[in-house]
């Protein structure tokens, strides 16, 4: 425009075509380049668009401002404002339709000539104009023309205007408005609210005013100075923004006494602000001598009882270029996109891409919204990574009740699948520390229970120097062997090894028969080998061998068993050593390894990584020195520490070494939920205090509650409670006295009181059935229940007329002193209640609160009132 930055128009139903308003008009077409390459004269406006120029209209000079005609016909019809305030409707193009033919070229003239600064087409009424002047003492300013009237006064004549050379029209001169409004005063600014063909809004000299036309002598305003560039958000049409110098202020007109929000103030005066047509609260602003748009993104947030909250501001900048802009526009249909022109006539075509919000539920389910289009990420077919997932694995076991058998311990190892060996070897650990600390505290409490927890590192220890060595004979050999004597505290490594049971018998038969019950037949002939029985060993290999799923290679194996001699340099040695490293299975390695070794050097036994560590110490015990046994049960502890191995339990037990060992665990895995039950099953207190045994509890318990799983988690503060009795929480709420504020719940137990009896509250019967209906201590009744207008603190049960109601059968369920349907319960913003199970009860149907004239939503504050456990929904 003439002295002015460009501005830039879509049309509103040609979503391919923008006009360019400056000193000229100028329409463009948009193209997509995609598949083609730019045409001659075209302009580039992105990667994948490109704008030719359709047609120039230079006949309208000295334009102030421009307005495109809403309705589909005729299509390239336009209002320009001129700087005499004349207001002429022009067209770009030929329209061959004649009954719109004489519409161009149309002026609409105002008494007295001052600049018109905006202009506004009705929505709903096509025909009508609203034009925004500059203030004159004795005119309005805000005139609002009908562009089809054809009622001219009498006093103005009909001019004839030279359009070219060589040809002439009559131009019609309007100079009667169908409306006038805005008497001394200017108008900056104005738009047409949608909701009302009538209803007008304008930015005046001091304030925004709503103007009815049904009643023009009136007006509702309020005093400001953001006055220009008032435009209402198409999505929400109550709201609208206008702006002053760098501060953009939101109006409600429901409360038009001041702005709802006023955004952040920017260093330079704003020149443009618009509201995005296709997403809903996103605001635009542009300001002078910038590079920059900056969007506002209002999103309102619904309270639980339908009221809202003030919106939150999202604020990001967009760059569509590297010049300064001079103007932007929104496309009418096109998502987020918008075109922008700088000051010499360079356009862009730019699309704001949506914020991507990322959610990923506690279920592993993972979604993420962009626009208006949601996206689940669902896992492929053959990928079981999922399964993998320990969080997923501690969801299923959380569901099987792992970790809460508390009698037979080892059973928690099948609960979690009976699929990983370490946690096998770990809940069988701890099942033998339980069994055999109860069996210490029969025969002699207080005296080594507590050794038993300290893991065999710790009981190893408390013998050094105590054990000597003996020569015993094998079992079908002419040989001895170096074994030591098995004093109490080597027997009781043992036991916890799972190798001998517990009492004074050192026999591993029945641990050799479990073994080849389990189908371990390599595991039971190593075993029954380590403890000189070769004959017992050639025949476990042979019945495994003849077994439906043994291996016939086994049978080999006990043939070279067979062929065992003595002497060091016999040929059968010297094959044995070469070829037992070829052996797949480690137990029958380790098995030619323990034969063909030199008395007291058995590394090729204790350093197998792929043996259990059960029966790596277990082979320890029997055959190693004091010394020897010491300095390798204490290496062997730091290599399962390091290496967060769960069969390390057995070595640390639950002591600081077993936090330690655990914590690399936990690290590796993220499997709080073990760490969690294996630290409760018997720490001592010092330990169950550490900072990260309670951290893993903390964790785990926030785990159940993410997966609502909240019947599990109370199972599990209750398992935690009886292990450890200082975990148990002190009563947090306690039901006070409205008068006198002195506690009541005692009154509501069936527990009675020491010093008064139930007598001298009324009450009759037996104590166990209690019914306290006055405070205790000042003697004031209790409040009623809003529902039966009982007393509170009088068990439901014995409410009059109850004997089959629903609630006497819910009642009923819960033989408990405390039934949870007595309780008192109440809302805690309009303080009705009574009895919880009336209050359930009622609210599985009502909304509202049960006491008359109270319109109270009291559910609906709730917000986990309607939420489901988790685990009901299972399939």
Not at 343 to 363: H, K, Q, Y
Not at 697 to 716: G, M, P, Q, S, V
Not at 801 to 826: C, I, M, P, R, Y
Request: charged content about 20%; glycine content about 6%; some cysteine.
């Amino acid at each position: 425009m003439s002295g002015t930055k460009p501005d830039i128009l879509w049309a509103p139903h040609q979503v391919d075509r923008f006009v360019v308003c400056d000193s000229e008009l100028s329409l463009y077409h948009v193209e997509s380049t995609v598949n083609s390459e730019l045409k001659a004269g075209s302009l580039r406006l992105s990667e994948d668009s490109a704008a030719t120029l359709l047609s120039i209209n230079s006949d309208t000079p000295y334009m102030k401002c421009v307005a495109w005609y809403l309705n589909y016909d005729p299509e390239c019809l336009l209002a320009v404002g001129q700087a005499n305030g004349r207001v002429v409707l022009t067209s770009l193009g030929q329209d061959h339709n004649s009954k719109f033919k004489d519409l161009i070229g149309k002026e609409f003239v105002p008494k007295h000539a001052r600049q018109c600064n905006t202009l506004a087409w009705n929505p709903l009424d096509s025909n009508w104009l609203a034009a925004g002047l500059d203030k004159h003492r004795a005119d309005f300013s805000v005139l609002i023309w009908d562009i089809c009237s054809k009622y001219t006064p009498d006093i103005v004549p009909m001019e004839k205007v030279r359009l070219s050379a060589g040809e002439t029209e009559t131009t019609l001169l309007v100079t009667k408005p169908l409306y006038e409004l805005g008497q001394n005063d200017a108008c900056l600014s104005l738009c047409w609210l949608p909701r009302d063909q009538k209803l007008l809004l304008a930015g005046m000299h001091r304030n925004l005013a709503i103007f009815d036309l049904r009643n023009t002598s009136q007006k509702m305003f309020v005093n400001t100075k953001a006055v220009q560039g008032v435009t209402v958000d198409p999505y929400f049409h109550d709201r609208v923004a206008s702006f002053y110098e760098g501060q953009v202020a939101i109006w409600d007109l429901r409360k038009f006494e001041k702005p709802v929000l006023t955004l952040t103030e920017q260093p330079k005066p704003l020149t443009k602000v618009a509201w995005c047509p296709t997403r809903t609260g996103l605001l635009a602003t542009l300001t002078r001598d910038s590079n920059i748009i900056r969007l506002y993104d209002m999103q309102h947030t619904p309270t639980p009882i339908g009221d809202e909250t003030e919106p939150t501001i999202i604020e990001r900048s967009v760059q569509p270029c590297d010049n300064y802009i001079a103007s932007f526009a929104w496309h009418p249909t096109s998502q987020n996109r918008m075109i922008v022109v700088t000051s010499n006539r360079t356009m862009s075509d730019f699309t704001v891409f949506e914020r991507i919000s990322l959610a990923w539920s506690p279920i592993t389910s993972l979604m993420w919204a962009c626009g208006r289009h949601l996206y689940e990420c669902t896992e492929e077919e053959n990928d079981n990574s999922l399964e993998k997932d320990i969080a997923t694995k501690m969801r299923l076991r959380a569901l099987s009740r792992y970790g809460l058998d508390t009698e037979q311990v080892w059973r928690n190892h099948v609960l979690a699948g009976n699929e990983d060996p370490q946690l096998k070897s770990l809940w069988y650990t701890l099942h033998f520390m339980k069994q055999y600390t109860e069996d210490m505290d029969q025969k002699s409490p207080g005296n080594k229970g507590s050794l038993v927890y300290a893991g065999i590192k710790s009981i190893v220890k408390s013998s050094l120097g105590m054990v000597e060595s003996s020569r015993h004979n094998w079992s079908g050999l002419d040989k001895q062997s170096d074994i030591q004597n098995l004093n109490e505290e080597r027997i009781l490594a043992l036991q916890l090894c799972g190798w001998i049971k517990k009492g004074t018998d050192v026999d591993v038969g029945p641990f050799l028969n479990s073994l080849v019950q389990e189908g371990e037949w390599e595991r039971a002939a190593a075993v029954a080998l380590f403890n000189l029985d070769i004959r017992r060993a050639i025949q476990i290999l042979n019945e495994g061998a003849s077994s439906e799923k043994g291996d016939l290679n086994l049978n080999v194996v006990a043939m070279a068993l067979s062929g065992y001699t003595d002497e060091k340099n016999s040929l059968w040695r010297e094959m044995c050593s070469t070829l037992r490293l070829q052996l797949n299975n480690p137990y029958l390695c380790v098995m030619f390894a323990f034969l063909t070794s030199e008395a007291g050097s058995y590394d090729g036994v204790l350093y197998e990584n792929k043996v259990a560590v059960r029966d790596r110490v277990a082979f320890a015990c029997k055959f190693l020195s004091d010394t020897q046994l010491n300095r390798y049960i204490e290496k062997l502890t730091n290599e399962m520490k390091e290496a967060g191995n769960l069969e390390g339990i057995l070595l640390t037990g639950l002591t600081k070494d077993g936090v330690d060992l655990m914590e690399s665990y936990v690290d590796r895995t993220g499997d709080v939920q073990t760490a969690s039950y294996c630290m409760l099953q018997g720490s001592p207190l010092d330990v169950l205090k550490d900072e990260r045994v309670q951290y893993w509890i903390e964790n785990y318990r926030n785990l159940l509650d993410a997966w609502r799983f909240w019947h599990k988690r109370a199972e599990f503060d209750i398992h935690r409670s009886k292990l450890d009795p200082s975990s148990k929480p002190l009563a947090q709420v306690f039901v006070s006295c409205n008068f006198c504020g002195k506690s009541i719940s005692y009154s509501c137990s069936a527990v009675p009181h020491q010093g008064r009896g139930f007598s001298q509250y009324g009450v009759s019967g037996s104590p166990t059935k209690s019914k306290v209906t006055s405070c205790p201590g000042c003697r004031k009744p209790l409040p009623r229940c809003a529902l039966c207008l009982i007393n509170m603190g009088t068990p439901v049960s014995s409410c009059p007329g109850g004997t089959k109601s629903d609630e006497k059968v819910d009642l009923s369920k819960d033989k408990k002193l405390a039934q949870f349907n007595n309780w008192f319960t109440w809302c805690h913003n309009c303080r009705h209640g009574g009895h919880a199970g009336h209050m359930l009860s009622w609210f599985r149907d009502h909304a509202e609160c049960p006491v008359s004239a109270c319109t109270c939503k009291c559910m609906q504050l709730d917000t986990t009132g309607n939420l489901v456990p988790a685990e009901t929904v299972q399939p």
